[in-house]
């Protein structure tokens, strides 16, 4: 078990194997950074190894409950996270330069740091994890609707790719009708 939660990727030369379970006043700093209303359990634990010449591979395990506020009243939401966390730092994968680029194929590959700081690691897991719009028992999805006075809204058939087709052809079939 290593007890630092940085390993130097240059020094691991086996498997690494880690645990990380912060106490309380650690999980609510963390929460309080993720805007959650309580972070109660958090765990984190797996290993680093070497895979390949000079790329190594984190596979651990995420637990977690979290409270967060649901996004239609407000009430506490209680959340029970177990996730895989899966990542493959590559000693020959560029940083993506641009302003924009494109997403990889395998979206666990990151180019190979110096140093893996695992609490950083778990943080991005969480947050990745953690519902987007988490919703008390029995609350209904909200259809919110807001566009300029006078404008009629965007419906989602009219996002379809062929939304406008079908109102050109119904347009056609009217057309037709009147000849």
Known sequence: MHDTHVLTTSKVTATETFELRPDEAQRAE??????????????FAGAVKP???RDLTLDAKLGATVVQPCVVT?????TRI???????YLAEMDEPSAEEAEMPEDDTAE???TEIDLTAVMEEALV????????????DPVDLTVTEPGVAPMTDDDAK???????LRD??????DNT
């Open 74 to 78: 407000g009430d506490p939401v209680t």
């Open 51 to 53: 895979s390949g010449a």
């Open 82 to 88: 177990d996730v895989p966390v899966l990542r493959a």
């Open 30 to 43: 963390i929460a309080g950074r993720l805007e959650l209303l309580a972070l109660r359990k958090l765990s």
């Open 128 to 139: 990745l994890a953690l519902p987007d719009w988490p919703r008390a028992n029995g609350v």
């Open 111 to 113: 180019p190979l740091p």
């Open 171 to 176: 347009k056609l079939s009217g057309d037709g």
């Open 161 to 167: 790719p062929f939304a406008g087709l079908k109102a």
